[in-house]
Structure formats: C-alpha cells, structure tokens
C-alpha cells in the first residue's frame, strides 16, 4: 500500500489510461477529455450523473449516443448517488479523492489544479488489499443500470462541480481572453449572452429598430445611452438566448471589426414580429462585473478573434449567414468540445 497525493497520485492513475490492459473505474464525475480517452481504451466505466458533475460533453466523449441507447456493450453504466472514486488497472488499483478530470489529474506538461490524495494498492505486492478494491467495484458494477436517452437529458451543460470540470489555463491562455474565462470559471457568466458575426444591418433596419424602441420606451435610445446590438426577425432560437440576458459579448467581423460589451440591455418587439436588443456599451464595466481582470479590447480581440470567428463561419444558430448568438452554456459546452486546447 501506497499513499499519494498530487502529482505522483496524478500520474499513477493516467498511467492507467496509456497502459494496455484491462481497466475498470468506478468514478463519480469525468471530464470530456478523459472520457474520450477511456471510450478509445475501452474502459469500463460507472458513474453518477445524478448530482451534476458529470455533463452531456462527457457522456457523449464516452461514447453515448441516444441512437445507440442503451449501449449494446454496457462498457459505461449509472450509478446514481456514486461518489467513490476507484481505477482498478491489471497492475494496481487505486482509490482516492481525485475524479476523472484534467483539473484532477492534469496533462502532459501541465500538473494537476487540484490538492488529491489517495492510495495505491499493488497487485502482487498486496492482493488482499488489491482484491478488496475489486470487489468494490465489482459490487458498485452490480448496483449500477444502462445509460438512457432520459439520463443524457438530465446531465447539465456545465459540471456543476469545478473539479469535474477539464479546463486548464495553458500556455497559450491570456487573462484577456474572455473565452479562456468562460471555459475556466463559467459561473461567472450567468445572464451572459454572446454573439459572434456580422450584424450587417440595413439603413433602413436600424431606423426601424430606433422607432420600435421609442414607441415602446417613450424616448430614443441615445436618451439612456443605449445603441443598438442586434435585429433577429421570426428567429425563436436567437430570441431565446437574448431574452433575459443582462451583458452581451460581441465579436463582429465586419465592420466595425472588433470585440465590444454591453449591460442593461433590453428588448424591443416590432410590430413586424422582429426582436431588436439594445444595450450599453461598457467594456470596463463588463469585465468588471465579471470579475474579469483589466484588458484593452485589442488585447481580448487578438487571444479570442481566431475561434470566434471560426464560431462566427459555424453553420449551427446562423441568423440568415448574419451572426450566431449563443448563451454562455451553449458557448461552454461548444468551446469544451471543440476548441479547449487552443485557450
């Protein structure tokens, strides 16, 4: 029996995941980068998803699909309530504090977030204490069930527990990338919308909007300081992540080229059925109220601009080839997914 803890424990159980052989784990919460690793590995798997530490981007980085629902192997099964955190590898196990994330376990080059312990029992050196562990598992493997198109459904967006969560801030990360923020701390950015794109309003468009928002408010939007941030005509989707959003983040790759930010912002419905918001615009304040630290927009559009606008050229949410608005749960769990190793 040994006990671990940081660095040492890390590398003891990803040793586990780049050793060939058979791997089981009975653990809580994963991470998407590490559940796509143990579905490349085919390992078994038993986790919870019951208390929110295990998102939608790690069961699908396992391998779920609600087409294939319940998986024809069982290779990955539920155990709600699971808070144990077991890899039994044919070598050694190992049972301690750390779940099945980068922020647990850390990566090539860059060690684990988190303060982990545990204890390592050797097969051959203790196989009483090996064994128990096995039967651990075996027993939590007993209790578990299939995975169904319903418990994808309740997994949430975002680990609501950080250290499931797989995001580290790397080399490339700069403290004025707000996406780099997002992936690191999402609750920050509760009632935070973004839009990536290029508005390209019409002349007439604007004006529209500017008489819809006196009609409804009683006077011009210059009179509160407010500018127009975007028009959606008959687009739900787009309406839906706006509507009760208190900052926007703005990428435009138009004209003007460029990040902005705005807070109290508000809707405006036309009598057509178009949906106008309009905000204002305060990067300071924006950042700040995201306990952001200070950054010039120059800054923030050189460390974001490359994937938003590869999110901006995306053909999911498009409004009419304009822009895509995104809540910053769809953004999370778009930039997890897709995008996380170049923050």
């Given at each position: ?181 997002l992936l690191a701390d999402f609750d920050r950015f509760s009632r935070t919308s973004f839009i990536f794109g290029d508005h390209r309003i019409e002349h007439w468009d604007w004006v529209k909007a500017k008489e819809a928002y006196a009609d409804e408010v009683g006077e ?104 895509v608005a995104l809540s910053s749960g769809d953004l999370f769990e778009l930039l997890e997914s897709n995008f996380a190793g170049d923050l």
């Open positions: 029996m040994k006990i671990l803890h940081g660095h040492e424990l890390a590398t003891a159980i990803l040793d586990l995941f780049r050793e060939p052989g058979r791997l089981r784990c009975a653990v809580a919460f994963w991470g998407s980068e590490l559940g796509a690793i143990a579905r490349k590995r085919k390992v078994e798997v038993v986790l919870d998803i019951s208390m929110g530490g295990t998102s939608r981007n790690a069961l699908k980085a396992l391998g779920l699909r609600r087409k294939s629902m319940p998986q024809a192997d069982g290779r990955v099964t539920l155990l709600d309530g699971l808070h144990a955190k077991i890899f039994v590898g044919t070598r050694y196990a190992v049972i301690g504090s750390a779940n099945a994330s980068r922020r647990a376990l850390g990566r090539d080059g860059l060690g684990p977030s988190l303060q982990e312990a545990g204890v390592l029992f050797d097969r051959a050196e203790d196989p009483d204490g090996y064994g128990k562990l096995e039967e651990l598992y075996e027993h939590y493997r007993g209790l578990s069930r299939a995975i169904l198109p319903g418990d994808l459904d309740r997994a949430p967006r975002v680990a609501s527990n950080p250290a499931a969560r797989d995001f580290q801030a790397g080399p490339k990360s700069t403290s004025a990338s707000v996406l780099s923020a011009p939007p210059e009179a509160a300081g407010r500018t127009h941030i975007c028009s959606a005509k008959d687009d739900p989707d787009t309406d839906g992540v706006l509507r009760d959003t208190a900052h926007v983040f703005v990428y435009w790759f138009g004209s003007p080229l460029g990040v902005s930010a705005y807070h109290d912002v508000v809707r405006i419905e036309h009598r057509d059925g178009t949906v106008s918001y309009f905000g204002r615009l305060g990067w300071t304040a924006v950042r700040s109220a995201h306990r952001l630290p200070a950054a010039t927009k120059a800054d923030t559009w050189r460390a974001d601009s490359t994937i938003a606008e590869a999110i901006a050229n995306s053909d999911e949410d498009k409004v009419k080839e304009r822009f």
